[in-house]
């Protein structure tokens, strides 16, 4: 049983070896593309749940962002006429 499971690590690591190896092994412009491409996967892959929340909260932020704008500018507009 162990030798069994030591042969799985030892090909798993090898795989992340092999890969780790290509991966630094690339010029330096090729490489930042690619981890460019892989952030934006993850960012992409965790983006999309929230998609469905975010166009249901779209017009309820709209309204919150109007409103405090019209209160900021009713404030600025207060305190320009008690400096007057």
């Known amino acids: ?3 069994i499971q030591r042969e799985v690590l030892n090909g798993f690591f090898s795989e992340i070896f092999d890969e780790f190896v290509e991966f630094i092994s690339c010029p330096q412009h090729t490489l ?3 981890v460019q ?3 934006e996967s993850i ?3 965790l983006m999309e749940p929230i998609e469905p929340i975010k166009d249901l909260l ?3 932020l709209e309204i919150y962002d109007l409103v405090f704008d019209t209160i900021k ?3 600025e ?3 320009t006429l ?3």
């Open 1 to 3: 049983m162990l030798r």
């Open 32 to 34: 930042r593309t690619k």
């Open 37 to 39: 491409v892989e952030i």
């Open 43 to 45: 960012f992409g892959d």
């Open 58 to 60: 779209g017009p309820f």
């Open 73 to 75: 500018a009713i404030k």
């Open 77 to 79: 507009a207060y305190q």
């Open 82 to 84: 008690k400096d007057s």
